[in-house]
């Protein structure tokens, strides 16, 4: 079977889903920014009554640590609301395509209600490639467009 076929076939269990680290809308930022930093996760799902609301990553975390804004803030009030999804049922291809357009680093896979049941990430992702095309990878010059430092020729 190609590589392209199992972009387009195999589904985003494949890629090594992380489980989801789920936190509450009305925890305080400075809160879930601890959580992230003692659990090493760059990303939380934050969920009412179960359903996905909102992700809040380290990104917006040195955001507002750049503006020096207040931590002590509802999450709600700062998390990025109604992030884009997918369901366990996704190709690897679709997923890929949405990380990529959209410039995230990570998706959370939902279920029918909109329950989290997963996180896709881009080290799964590159992990996912590195099994399926390790030919490709592994013959990589170190330096892959090397630029000669002087004049060639006569």
């Known amino acids: 079977m190609s590589f392209e076929v199992n972009l387009n076939s195999e589904t985003v269990d494949a890629v090594h889903p992380y489980p989801p680290r789920i936190v509450a809308p009305g925890v305080t930022v400075r809160a879930v920014m601890e959580q992230m930093r003692d659990l090493r996760e760059g990303s939380v799902l934050v969920c009412r009554d179960e359903i996905l609301v909102g992700i809040f990553t380290e990104r917006d975390a040195l955001h507002l640590m750049a503006r020096e804004a207040d931590l002590d803030v509802p999450l ?8 884009v999804s997918i369901r366990a049922d996704t190709t690897v291809g679709e997923a890929i395509r949405s990380m990529s357009s959209g410039g995230y680093r990570r ?8 329950r989290p049941v997963g996180t896709v990430k881009t080290s799964g992702i590159l992990h996912y490639l590195v099994e399926h095309a390790p030919e490709a990878v592994y013959n990589l010059p170190p330096t892959p467009r090397p630029v000669t430092q002087e004049r060639e020729g006569a």
């Open 107 to 114: 998706l959370p896979i939902v279920d029918d209600e909109g």
């Open 76 to 83: 709600e009030d700062v998390m990025t609301a109604n992030p």
